[in-house]
Nanobody
Framework: QVQLVESGGGLVQAGGSLTLSCAASGRTFSSYTMGWFRQAPGKERKFVATISKTGGSTDYADSVKGRFTISRDNAKNTVYLKMDSLKPEDTAVYYC?????????????WGQGTQVTVSS
């Protein structure tokens, strides 16, 4: 099992930048595919970005491609989301996700979320 703690959220003006961090507990961080999701008020939680166990592969939602960058440091048990050129529609609670496949079952772990508010 892994515990995730996000940080780095806050209030920023449109066009600004923020970097979110997600620190994971345990000694098996490199066994997890890591990702970021977000949930705006009254809406479903949506995929933002994901990064492979080694960091060699990433994927992004179309809405953030070219503006957001996901990275990880397995030595520090931390995954990051650098967000540039922020827009008001990026306002949401951002959640860190850790996914591990055990046998044929995908197991997901979630952080508590961090609020990002982008003012126009």
């Amino acid at each position: 099992q892994v515990q995730l703690v996000e940080s780095g959220g806050g209030l920023v003006q449109a066009g600004g930048s923020l970097t979110l961090s997600c620190a994971a507990s345990g000694r098996t961080f490199s066994s997890y595919t890591m990702g970021w999701f977000r949930q705006a008020p009254g809406k479903e939680r949506k995929f933002v970005a994901t990064i492979s166990k080694t960091g060699g592969s990433t994927d992004y939602a179309d809405s953030v491609k070219g503006r957001f960058t996901i990275s990880r440091d397995n030595a520090k048990n931390t995954v990051y989301l650098k967000m540039d050129s922020l827009k008001p529609e990026d306002t949401a609670v951002y959640y860190c996700n850790a996914r591990r496949t055990i046998a044929t079952v995908e197991v997901d772990y979630w952080g508590q979320g961090t609020q990002v508010t982008v003012s126009s």
